[in-house]
């Protein structure tokens, strides 16, 4: 039979877990991990039109769609990149005519793109290629994604515990939840350090400012909660053996 508290640590750590996994989830799938805003200026509408086309439709290339995000309020995320344009066809304010309404528009990175290698110099492809921020790169993209897969797990070994009525591999699950809220600091730290890289080599613009999004606060609030659970986990499972231990002993004395 279990105790109430350590049945009452296994329904809040599960729910901590089940927050958490919301959050990542949603982290991964959203853009706003990091947001450029420029000032307002008066934008040329070819030179605004070309940006736009070969962000879309262009070659991939880092420092192009940089440069692009730079100029037009533009978000990255783990798998999407952004610009911020006109809804309307055309990009000059007609004189009477209210501004054009704004809309964003993303393009995700293909699978090959995020294993593609990072240079010192980007936009120069010949150059030496940058091995800290190519791995980085890739740790940011995979990381999360282990971590979502370890609470998959954990939760799998959890239903098979409760299916057996046994609280030997709660110890397991809260191992699983400590590695995948390893895993999920390890991305906001990758990707920080890899944005913090680039932007030594290839500075914004004056006047244009960075600054971090709502998606990379969300992974950042998964980070503890997965924590937490974990520290629920393990404790009710370590307290439950040892008061097992204790029981059996004095039916044994």
């Not at 086309?53 to 192009?64: A, I, L, R, S, Y």
């Not at 991305?187 to 004056?206: H, I, K, N, W």
Request: a neutral charge; glycine letters at 8%; proline letters at 6%.
């Amino acid at each position: 039979m279990v105790d109430n508290r350590y049945a009452t640590a296994l329904v809040i750590g599960s729910v901590l877990s089940l927050l958490a996994t919301v959050y990542l989830s949603v982290a991964v799938g959203t853009q706003h991990w990091y947001q450029y805003s420029c000032p307002p200026v008066k934008r040329e509408g070819s030179n605004a039109s070309e940006l736009r086309e070969e962000f879309f439709n262009g070659e991939f290339d880092e420092k192009t769609y940089s440069e692009t995000m730079f100029r037009l309020n533009g978000t990255l995320g783990l798998w999407w990149r952004c610009i911020l344009v006109p809804s309307q066809s055309h990009w000059f304010k007609e004189p009477g005519m209210p501004d054009p309404k704004m809309e964003t528009q993303c393009v995700s990175f293909t699978l090959p793109q995020q294993f593609r290698p990072k240079y010192k110099y980007p936009g120069i492809h010949n150059n030496e290629e940058d091995l800290l921020r190519t791995y980085l790169w890739r740790c940011q993209f995979l990381l999360p994604l282990v971590s979502l897969a370890l609470v998959f797990l954990g939760g799998l070994v959890g239903v098979c515990a409760c299916l057996c009525r046994s609280f030997t591999p709660t110890l397991g699950v809260g191992v699983l939840h400590l590695l995948a809220g390893l895993c999920t600091l390890g991305t906001v730290c990758c990707f920080l350090a890899g944005v913090d890289l680039l932007q030594q080599y290839s500075p914004p613009p004056e006047g244009v400012e960075g600054s971090l999004g709502w998606s990379l606060y969300l992974a950042l609030i998964s980070f503890p909660l997965q924590m937490m659970a974990a520290a629920l986990f393990l404790w009710a499972a370590r307290s439950h053996r040892k008061n097992y231990t204790r029981m059996t002993a004095y039916r044994v004395a």
